[in-house]
T-cell receptor
Framework: KAGVTQTPRYLIKTRGQQVTLSCSPI?????VSWYQQTPGQGLQFLFE???????NKGNFPGRFSGRQFSNSRSEMNVSTLELGDSALYLC???????????????FGPGTRLLVL | GENVEQHPSTLSVQEGDSAVIKCTYS??????FPWYKQELGKRPQLIID?????GEKKDQRIAVTLNKTAKHFSLHITETQPEDSAVYFC??????????FGAGTRLAVHP
């Protein structure tokens, strides 16, 4: 089975621009979560999608948004980029994300975003 | 709210020694406790996990122990090797139907 994939792997943007990142989960997985990883803040949960619906949301401003398609692929968008948005953005997939959250979560390789 | 504390933030050991990383959590409804290893420039990879009906789980040189009463769990790596050098994250799942991660421990194993 192919693992979680993310595109693009690297991205350079300037302040004020917007960016869209893509994540394809493991085949058969319907839950996709997004995380922001920075050296200072560690792995911070952005949001989770299941069956095209946002099920959980972390403490990020409204500039961060996402969506999920019927084939479970997910995108996240960051508008009006700020320097502090520079980070590694990781997505992770689980089969359903229910069962009390006990399912194994698999990470993609991440998209490294640099905002200049 | 959910909170996961992880200690220590950095750990340096000699090859062959043991390493122990500890995490505490606040949500008593939590019932899933995975550990991830992240090597430099790579994705976090699950190395071991434990569910609340088990107190200890071993996989070769790696073991995880869970104390639900005290709300803490630990990762034990025995006979450490240089390739064990990485950042290790604990996580907690269940109560909020999502995984909450600790801040990470940077483990350095010196030959």
């Amino acid at each position: 089975k192919a693992g979680v994939t993310q595109t693009p792997r690297y991205l350079i943007k300037t302040r004020g621009q917007q960016v869209t990142l893509s994540c394809s989960p493991i085949s058969g997985h319907r839950s996709v979560s997004w995380y922001q990883q920075t050296p200072g803040q560690g792995l911070q949960f952005l949001f989770e999608y299941f069956s095209e619906t946002q099920r959980n949301k972390g403490n990020f401003p409204g500039r961060f948004s996402g969506r999920q398609f019927s084939n479970s692929r997910s995108e996240m968008n960051v508008s009006t980029l700020e320097l502090g948005d520079s980070a590694l953005y990781l997505c992770a997939s689980r089969k359903t994300g229910i069962s009390g959250g006990q399912e194994t979560q698999y990470f993609g390789p991440g998209t490294r975003l640099l905002v200049l | 709210g959910e909170n996961v504390e992880q200690h220590p933030s950095t750990l340096s050991v000699q090859e062959g020694d043991s390493a122990v990383i500890k995490c505490t959590y606040s949500d008593s409804a939590s019932n899933y406790f995975p550990w991830y290893k992240q090597e430099l420039g790579k994705r976090p990879q699950l190395i071991i996990d434990i569910r609340s009906n088990v107190g200890e789980k071993k996989d070769q040189r790696i073991a995880v122990t869970l104390n639900k009463t005290a709300k803490h769990f630990s990762l034990h790596i025995t006979e450490t090797q240089p390739e064990d050098s990485a950042v290790y994250f604990c996580a907690v799942g269940g109560g909020y139907n999502k995984l909450i991660f600790g801040a990470g421990t940077r483990l350095a194993v010196h030959p």
